[in-house]
């Protein structure tokens, strides 16, 4: 009788995918993750999403949760990051005046909105948005990198010069010779900077709902729900 070629392969195909989900189901034990397959995908609509969160321990707070959404069919990506022990709707406010400010740590989830009111710039948070945790400094090159795109695209040379003007005075503040307020404004308090000068108080009732307006929601289906 004759090799059935077919069956092998479709055999090699399953101890394959076997090895694969071992991997994964190693790779969540040891990273200290958590993930849900099967969920419906807000896209594409089919249930080929998985949702993987993982935590970490962080200096001056309790734990970070690290959340992510992959749709295998439509490759939809969401991230977030949500920090334990900060729930209540928050603003926190730095005063950057030296480089020791420049190297605080900046968490922002999506649902964070950033502002530099002396230069007239800001992040708002949408269905693209990302998190990201890194420094103010960090921030300031992300709101640079932004400004010269934003110049190369201006329509008119008046709006080209604005940017300019705006990206000196942001050269100035990264070279810590220009005084200037990062803000971080979060509906679920999971954005923050770590330093001793930071300010921090609740968002008022007005503000939560200019906020809650833009922040992207997903319905996650548990096991047992």
């Keep these: 009788?004759?090799?059935n070629l077919g069956a092998d392969r479709e055999v090699q195909e399953v101890k394959k995918e076997e090895k694969i989900d071992?991997?994964?189901r190693e790779v969540l034990k040891r990273w200290n993750l958590n993930q849900i397959k099967n969920q419906k995908c807000p896209i594409c609509q089919e249930k080929a999403m998985r949702v993987t969160e993982s935590t970490y321990d962080?200096?001056?707070?309790k734990k970070i949760i690290l959340f992510n959404m992959k749709c295998d069919r439509c490759n939809f990506?969401?991230?977030?990051?949500?920090i334990e022990d900060l729930k209540d709707p928050i603003r926190c406010a730095l005063v950057i005046e030296n480089s020791e400010h420049l190297n605080a740590l900046v968490i922002r989830s999506v649902a964070g909105t950033i502002r530099v009111p002396e230069l007239g710039a800001f992040i708002e948070p949408g269905p693209v948005a990302q998190p990201f945790i890194t420094t103010v400094e960090g921030v300031f090159i992300r709101i640079k990198n932004m400004?010269?795109?934003a110049i190369r695209w201006a329509e008119t040379e008046k709006q080209k010069?604005?940017?300019?003007?705006?990206?000196?005075?942001?050269e100035m503040v990264l070279k810590a010779k220009m005084k200037v307020t990062l803000e971080i404004d979060d509906l679920f308090g999971n954005s923050t900077i770590i330093h001793e000068d930071v300010r921090m108080r609740p968002l008022t009732e007005e503000e939560v709902m200019k906020l809650a307006e833009k922040i992207p929601v997903f319905k996650i289906k548990y096991a047992g729900d």
């Design 161 to 170: 010069e604005r940017g300019r003007e705006v990206l000196r005075k942001l």
């Design 77 to 82: 990506k969401f991230n977030d990051i949500y």
């Design 58 to 61: 962080l200096p001056y707070f």
């Design 22 to 24: 071992d991997y994964l």
């Design 147 to 149: 400004l010269e795109t």
């Design 1 to 3: 009788m004759g090799k």
